[in-house]
């Protein structure tokens, strides 16, 4: 079935875009998407394996070059946590590093072509693998969730329940528009996270198909691979920038919806 597939260049980007998926129950909203979870879990322990081993031999001396790049790479994202929130939480700054590095590590995965994950996996007989989690609309809608729980949560303990129910309903506008309160602050509330998972899943999942694409045009004849081996390079060098550049936003604008969260209107 998965041969057949591959046999037109669009079954083969089709099938490329298929997940692993296994169904709890009946299916239909429980329905997991294996290769999405088991990627992004590997990719966060990668990540925190990686600090791990810059903090396993750290001194205060002279760092070695790995201890050196993992201390520039957080003395940033501090930074940039610190230039932009200044609210009291000291969990801003662990919230980016954790967004920013892992977020990173799953994009980076889209340098590496699909075949060569995919076709492993298919002689041990697994025939669908999707290997950018961040191209999956349910792993950036589950982080962008999550980023809405941290929203509420960092408004309601900053206001208290009383404070923060008052200023939904009245501002801003007033008590007089309560209606009319109500329904721009709530379409302001769940516009961010749909706006923060669509941005990052839109411009990876893009991404892959581009990526299929030129690698469909390197079969077309010695003509067809000089051609998708030019593209090819030319998209990988452009997307070395947007790979860091999505996580960055994403990290970013979780910042700033954290911080105005706390803010008063």
């Known amino acids: 079935m998965a041969g057949e ?9 089709n099938h ?5 998926t296994t169904s709890v129950g009946e299916g239909g909203f429980w329905t997991l998407h294996l290769d999405t979870l088991i990627t992004a879990v590997l990719m966060g322990l990668l990540i925190v394996f990686a600090f791990w081993a810059a903090t396993r031999k750290a001194t205060s001396g002279v760092p070695g070059k790995w201890q050196a790049f993992v201390e520039i790479c957080l003395e940033f994202v501090d930074k940039q946590a610190r230039d932009t929130y200044h ?8 919230i980016a590093i954790t967004l920013f590095f892992w977020i990173l590590m799953m994009n980076l995965l889209k340098m590496i072509p699909a075949d060569f994950i995919a076709k492993p996996l298919e002689l041990a007989g697994v025939h669908y693998w999707k290997p950018v ?3 999956d609309v349910n792993a950036t809608l589950g982080m962008s969730i999550s980023v809405f729980f941290l929203m509420l949560f960092f408004a309601i303990r900053a206001k208290g329940f009383g404070g923060f129910t008052k200023e939904f309903l009245t501002a801003p506008f007033g008590k007089w528009m309560m209606p009319f309160n109500l329904i721009i602050n709530i379409v302001e509330w769940v516009s961010k996270p749909i706006s923060l998972a669509m ?4 411009n990876m999942f893009g991404g892959e198909i581009v990526f299929l694409l030129i690698w469909v045009l390197g079969g077309a004849g010695i003509i067809g691979a000089l051609a998708g081996g030019v593209f090819g390079l030319g998209w990988m060098l452009f997307h070395l920038l947007v790979i860091p550049l999505q996580a960055f936003i994403f990290m970013m604008l979780s910042i700033v919806y954290l911080s105005l969260s706390e803010d008063a209107h």
Do not use: D, K, M, W
Request: aromatic share 6%.
């Open 5 to 13: 597939a591959e046999l037109t260049p669009t079954g083969y980007i």
């Open 16 to 20: 490329h875009l298929q997940n692993l």
């Open 87 to 94: 609210g009291p939480s000291r969990l801003v700054t662990p």
């Open 133 to 135: 989690p961040t191209a």
């Open 199 to 202: 941005r990052l899943f839109g």
